[in-house]
């Protein structure tokens, strides 16, 4: 069974930057797309950045277009997520996820079959 790997997050001040990774367990993993999910104490998992292997096409939640940034490794088994301009209510739990099955804008929870453990991101005020 593959996993997924999350790293890079942390306790950061407003206006900082982080740089969140997810790898797959097995270099070979094969998938439609990879995207980033968070979920806040209390919330629903929320959306916040997706990119599809086909044509690198990006997609972004609008809390986070022109402050976020999704790329990926040389392999496509490995994404990032750069977060600039950090805001407290970007304070999460941050989740990698990735879909074998669905190659779209895979902006919701169910387009996506593998989870990783997820990450803490607490930005301070």
């Known amino acids: 069974q593959v996993q997924l790997i999350e790293s890079g997050g942390g306790l950061v001040q407003a206006g900082g930057s982080l740089r969140l990774s997810c790898a797959a367990s097995?270099?070979?993993?094969?998938?439609?797309?990879m995207g980033w999910f968070r979920q806040a104490p209390g919330k629903e998992r929320e959306f916040v950045a997706a990119?599809?292997?086909?044509?690198?096409?990006?997609y972004y939640a609008d809390s986070v277009k022109g402050r976020f940034t999704i790329s990926r490794g040389n392999a496509k088994s490995t994404v990032y997520l750069q977060m600039n301009s950090l805001r407290p209510e970007d304070t999460a739990v941050y989740y990698c996820?990735?879909?074998?099955?669905?190659?779209?804008?895979?902006?919701?929870?169910?387009?996506?079959?593998?989870w990783g453990q997820g990450t803490q991101v607490t930005v301070s005020s």
């Open positions: 996820a990735a879909t074998t099955f669905y190659s779209g804008e895979n902006a919701y929870t169910y387009d996506y079959d593998y």
């Open positions: 097995r270099r070979t993993f094969s998938s439609y797309g």
């Open positions: 990119i599809r292997w086909s044509d690198d096409s990006t």
